[in-house]
């Protein structure tokens, strides 16, 4: 099997701890929801590469190696499989404008990752649980399908009486929710007001790399 895809099915299984991803790009990709906020984060008590090699004297990265871990990070940061980042790329490629923002667009109205945006999930991970587990309606309609891509107007909804709701809501405060996006507290509601510029998308992605990959 290529090394792309061995990687691709061990993210698609991959059950274990992720904090070695944070670790390999070498900084935070919040995969752990609050506690990436908290001093046990992975990245501020060992800021070294996973494995036996982890703290040998780094190389210099060529040209290629760079633009490969900036789309692996992207990639890990919205946890997507390799076949589904492609898919995403072909049809930003295919649009007009600018081909890295429009990328980048897919991925932030994506739907786990719009909730996450919200704060109604402490990380993607558990956003994407939270739509599986068909706990939002989008214009009324019930939606279990992470991969849902919202389009300005569209307004989501909580279901009622969502007590799980309320605990990633908590937990996640620390994010405020960008201004392509309005929530009301109270009942629960959001709407997507516009789509996103780059300034208000992930700052750690470096989208002009992955377009040159």
């Given at each position: 099997?290529?090394?792309?895809?061995?990687?691709?099915s061990?993210?698609?299984?991959?059950?274990?701890?992720?904090?070695?991803?944070?670790?390999?790009?070498?900084?935070?990709?919040?995969?752990?929801?609050?506690?990436?906020?908290?001093?046990?984060?992975?990245?501020?008590r060992?800021?070294?590469?996973?494995?036996?090699?982890g703290?040998?004297?780094?190389?210099k990265?060529?040209?290629?190696?760079?633009?490969?871990?900036?789309?692996q990070?992207?990639?890990?940061?919205?946890?997507?499989?390799?076949?589904?980042?492609?898919?995403?790329?072909?049809?930003?490629?295919?649009?007009p404008?600018?081909?890295?923002?429009n990328?980048?667009?897919?991925?932030?109205?994506?739907?786990?990752?719009?909730?996450?945006?919200?704060?109604?999930?402490?990380?993607?991970?558990?956003a994407?649980?939270l739509?599986?587990?068909?706990?939002?309606?989008i214009?009324?309609?019930?939606?279990?399908?992470?991969?849902?891509?919202?389009?300005p107007g569209?307004?989501?909804?909580?279901?009622?009486a969502?007590?799980?709701?309320?605990?990633?809501?908590?937990?996640?405060?620390?994010?405020?929710?960008?201004?392509?996006?309005?929530f009301?507290?109270?009942d629960?509601?959001?709407?997507?007001?516009?789509?996103?510029?780059?300034?208000?998308?992930?700052?750690?992605?470096?989208?002009?790399?992955?377009?040159?990959?």
């Open positions: 099997m290529p090394a792309a895809e061995a990687e691709a061990l993210m698609a299984n991959y059950s274990g701890p992720v904090c070695r991803f944070c670790r390999r790009e070498g900084a935070k990709l919040y995969l752990k929801g609050e506690r990436c906020y908290t001093p046990k984060c992975a990245i501020e060992r800021a070294f590469a996973p494995g036996m090699h703290q040998a004297r780094k190389r990265t060529s040209d290629y190696g760079l633009q490969l871990r900036a789309k990070k992207a990639r890990r940061i919205y946890g997507l499989l390799e076949k589904q980042f492609r898919n995403y790329f072909n049809e930003a490629t295919s649009e404008g600018v081909t890295g923002l990328l980048l667009r897919h991925l932030e109205l994506r739907m786990d990752n719009v909730i996450y945006r919200l704060g109604l999930g402490a990380s993607r991970k558990q994407r649980q739509v599986t587990h068909r706990h939002f309606e214009n009324g309609r019930t939606v279990n399908i992470p991969s849902y891509e919202l389009k569209d307004v989501l909804k909580v279901k009622p969502n007590g799980v709701i309320d605990v990633a809501l908590e937990a996640s405060k620390v994010r405020p929710v960008p201004s392509w996006l309005s009301n507290g109270e629960k509601t959001a709407k997507i007001l516009a789509r996103p510029d780059r300034h208000e998308m992930e700052s750690g992605v470096e989208e002009q790399l992955i377009v040159e990959f």
